[in-house]
C-alpha cells in the first residue's frame, strides 16, 4: 500500500527540461527549491544532499548519454510512504534515448574522465534502476529511504528531572 506523505501532503513535481547544460542547471535548481520546500534540509540534511548529488548525476547523464536533438528530458521527485519502507524520495529523470540503459560499470580506470557516476548513484541511493518508456525512451529512478525525524522536544512541556 502506498500514500502520499502527511507532512502537508506535498505533492509530486514534474518538470520537462531542454537536454542541454543549462536545462541541467535548472533541474538542478528546481530539485533544491523542492526538497527545500518539502524541508527535507532541516529534516534530512544528509539525504537531502544526497539527492542533489543524485539529480546532478541523473540529469548530466540525461543531457550527455540520452540526448537526442530537439527532444527534452523529464524530471520527476515525489515522496511517499509505504508501511514496509515508511517514507521513500524518488527520483525519476525520463529521456528519449531507450536504446542506450546505464550500466555500472565494474572497473574503474584511473586516468578516466567519465563513468563514475552511476557508482555515485549506486553508492548514494537505496535502490536505482530504468524502466522501458514509449514509443523509444527510458526512465531512470533512484529511491532515497527517509527514516523518521527525531522528535524534537519542548522545554516548555518537559518535565524538570532533578
Keep these: ?18 537536454a542541454t547544460p543549462k536545462g541541467a542547471a535548472i533541474c538542478r535548481r528546481l530539485a533544491r527549491r523542492q526538497l527545500t520546500d518539502w524541508k527535507l534540509d532541516s529534516t534530512h540534511t544528509e539525504h537531502f544532499h ?11 547523464n540525461a543531457t550527455t548519454h540520452g540526448r537526442v536533438p530537439g527532444r527534452g528530458f523529464e524530471f520527476h ?3 511517499t510512504t509505504t508501511v514496509r519502507r515508511g517514507t521513500t524520495l524518488r527520483i525519476e529523470i525520463s529521456d528519449p534515448r531507450g536504446d542506450r540503459l546505464p550500466v555500472l560499470p565494474l ?9 563514475r557516476g552511476l557508482t555515485l548513484i549506486d553508492a548514494l541511493c537505496h535502490r536505482w534502476g530504468t524502466i522501458p518508456r514509449h514509443p523509444n525512451a527510458k526512465t531512470v529512478w533512484a529511491e532515497i ?3 523518521d525525524p527525531a ?6 512541556t518537559t518535565p524538570d528531572t532533578p
Design 1 to 18: 500500500m502506498t500514500t502520499e506523505i502527511p507532512l502537508d501532503n506535498p505533492q509530486p513535481h514534474t518538470t520537462l527540461l531542454n
Design 50 to 60: 544526497c539527492a542533489l548529488l543524485v539529480i546532478a548525476e541523473l540529469a548530466a
Design 77 to 79: 521527485l515525489s515522496l
Design 107 to 115: 572497473v574503474h580506470t584511473l586516468n578516466a574522465q567519465t563513468g
Design 145 to 147: 529511504d527517509l527514516p
Design 151 to 156: 522528535p524534537t522536544t519542548d522545554p516548555a
